[in-house]
């Protein structure tokens, strides 16, 4: 399912993500039924993520691919840091909705990501000036990086309280809650929503 999430409009330069695809690619660390399932569960599957979702060029992966290219542990290296990114965005995502201090370790690895981000700079065009991007480091970090950006936003100029946690034990779900009251528990009434409701239907009956 898709977060509904805001929009922060026109921010210059190219390949630019929002919240909801932040959302996303936390969410890609999933639990169904109560079992975590990884969307992203080698390196290839999320090099292929971030291509689609415009946070790495289609030749920054395949750089990525060919210096991997039978190296199994440079390729497990990578992979944990995605893994180990994702997390740690979860924890500081949990941290927002649940009103608490965020795990040390979580923030830090957060910050080390944020730090890993692309070279903004001016360039000049017929008509003035615009805003480009370097790339100077690695494509895994700087994809990582543009995907933490949106929360940073959020919590900069957003609304922090709406980012949610689904309050199903078996879902965790991330989620923008952009409804009029701000009060939305579950990531979706139709699924999440009905099941508890359920839930509490039958514990009445036997009680
Ligand atoms: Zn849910």
């Given at each position: 399912?898709?977060?509904?999430?805001?929009?922060?409009?026109?921010?210059?330069?190219?390949?630019?993500?929002?919240?909801?695809?932040?959302?996303?690619?936390?969410?890609?660390?999933?639990?169904?039924?109560?079992?975590?399932?990884?969307?992203?569960?080698?390196?290839?599957?999320?090099?292929?993520?971030?291509?689609?979702?415009?946070?790495?060029?289609?030749?920054?992966?395949?750089?990525?691919?060919?210096?991997?290219?039978?190296?199994?542990?440079?390729?497990?290296?990578?992979?944990?840091?995605?893994?180990?990114?994702?997390?740690?965005?979860?924890?500081?995502?949990?941290?927002?909705?649940?009103?608490?201090?965020?795990?040390?370790?979580?923030?830090?690895?957060?910050?080390?990501?944020?730090?890993?981000?692309?070279?903004?700079?001016?360039?000049?065009?017929?008509?003035?000036?615009?805003?480009?991007?370097?790339?100077?480091g690695d494509p895994v970090d700087?994809?990582?990086?543009?995907?933490?950006?949106?929360?940073?936003?959020?919590?900069?100029?957003?609304?922090?309280?709406?980012?949610?946690?689904?309050?199903?034990?078996?879902?965790?779900?991330?989620?923008?809650?952009?409804?009029?009251?701000?009060?939305?528990?579950?990531?979706?009434?139709?699924?999440?929503?009905?099941?508890?409701?359920?839930?509490?239907?039958?514990?009445?009956?036997?009680?």
């Open positions: 399912m898709k977060t509904k999430a805001p929009d922060h409009g026109h921010r210059g330069h190219a390949h630019d993500v929002d919240l909801e695809d932040t959302f996303d690619f936390l969410n890609t660390d999933d639990t169904e039924n109560g079992f975590p399932v990884d969307k992203l569960p080698t390196l290839d599957d999320a090099l292929a993520w971030f291509v689609d979702r415009g946070v790495i060029h289609v030749e920054g992966a395949n750089r990525v691919r060919a210096q991997m290219s039978n190296n199994d542990p440079l390729m497990a290296r990578d992979l944990a840091r995605v893994h180990a990114v994702r997390s740690a965005l979860r924890e500081v995502a949990h941290s927002i909705a649940e009103e608490r201090a965020p795990d040390t370790g979580a923030l830090e690895t957060v910050n080390r990501a944020l730090h890993a981000r692309q070279v903004i700079e001016l360039v000049p065009g017929p008509d003035g000036c615009y805003v480009d991007h370097r790339h100077v700087d994809a990582l990086a543009r995907l933490a950006d949106p929360l940073v936003m959020e919590l900069t100029a957003g609304h922090p309280e709406r980012i949610k946690v689904c309050a199903s034990d078996t879902c965790e779900w991330i989620f923008y809650d952009a409804s009029r009251t701000s009060r939305r528990r579950w990531c979706d009434m139709a699924t999440c929503g009905n099941r508890a409701k359920a839930a509490r239907h039958r514990m009445k009956l036997h009680a």
